[in-house]
């Protein structure tokens, strides 16, 4: 018998992307049927939850199976509470409301939900650049304009008790530097090691903004870039050491858009090397395979897990 198709719906700042997935697959291959439209975030949380809906139901028409049974999943920025309400979403008119309860009761039908960083993490363990290490513990990493990661256990998301589990950006590595975090905190890794904290380190010493990448192009020409730069390996070399010697993963995963940087695979890992707790550092460093399909994979995914 042939394997259902999985839906994934990955709800994003600017966009709503869904897929058909052949679970049976591997890659991009897997993709049946990819779909994507605008956030509609102007309209606000009515309008979301109903956009959501809708091309729930379109890509489930489109190839052939009932949303009333089909398997189902949802990945967005952000958590749930126990209380069932979303948290920490950087679509903040989702905040404090029940958006899986209310999109449940609009399909009438149970979903698979997790937040976007346990989504990449899961999609890049079954069928990305960790799947030969799918069997171990793989810590996926998105740097980006926050920092965030998750971790899979033998190819499932391992939440944790809290439903925290590797929120690595919000532990300090420099706690007696910088501003207090919004979560509160000091010397927080996201602080240090975002895409948005090095573009403001920069500027701060050289007094004009410039993109991470072409900060990262400046280096040995521009000693503001190799300031900024030298900034972020000592954070990412902190941060990952830190969780290798707590977690010790089969491998890691970097993803988000500082996972472009050629140096952290390098320069980066050599870092890691020098603070993790061991004479040699073997964990896999590896850059992601899915690019930004990740997400939605990981979200069709969730629903393959029940």
Not at 288 to 299: E, K, P, T, Y
Request: net charge negative; proline share 4%; glycine share 16%.
């Amino acid at each position: 018998m042939a394997a259902p198709l999985l839906l994934g719906i990955d709800l994003g700042g600017t966009k709503i992307e869904a897929v058909a997935l052949d679970g049976s697959a591997g890659g991009e291959e897997a993709i049946v049927l990819r779909r994507r439209v605008p956030t509609p975030r102007d309209g606000g949380y009515e309008a979301i939850l109903a956009g959501v809906a809708e091309l729930s139901r379109e890509v489930a028409a489109e190839v052939g199976v009932d949303l009333r049974t089909a398997p189902l999943g949802v990945g967005m920025p952000g958590g749930i509470t126990r209380a069932g309400l979303v948290k920490n979403s950087n679509t903040t008119c989702l905040n404090g409301r029940p958006f899986r309860t209310d999109l449940e009761a609009l399909l009438g039908r149970s979903i698979a939900f997790d937040n976007d960083a346990n989504c990449f993490t899961l999609a890049e363990a079954r069928l990305g650049a960790a799947s030969a290490h799918a069997g171990g513990v793989v810590f996926g990493v998105i740097m980006g304009t926050g920092v965030g990661g998750g971790i899979a256990v033998r190819g499932e998301v391992w939440p944790g008790a809290q439903g925290i589990a590797g929120e690595w950006g919000h532990h300090a590595v420099f706690p007696d530097r910088g501003p207090l975090c919004y979560c509160g905190g000091r010397g927080c890794l996201e602080l240090f090691a975002s895409g948005t904290a090095v573009e403001a380190d920069y500027a701060e010493r050289a007094g004009e903004r410039r993109k991470l990448a072409e900060i990262a192009e400046r280096r040995g020409s521009d000693p503001h870039a190799d300031a900024a730069i030298a900034r972020l390996l000592e954070a990412f070399g902190r941060g990952l050491a830190n969780v290798i010697d707590i977690l010790d993963p089969s491998a890691v995963v970097l993803g988000g858009g500082l996972s472009n940087l050629d140096f952290l695979y390098s320069e980066g890992r050599d870092r890691v090397a020098s603070l993790v707790f061991n004479d040699e550092l073997v964990t896999p460093i590896l850059p992601n395979r899915l690019g930004d399909s990740a997400g939605v994979i990981g979200a069709a995914l969730l629903a393959l897990a029940r």
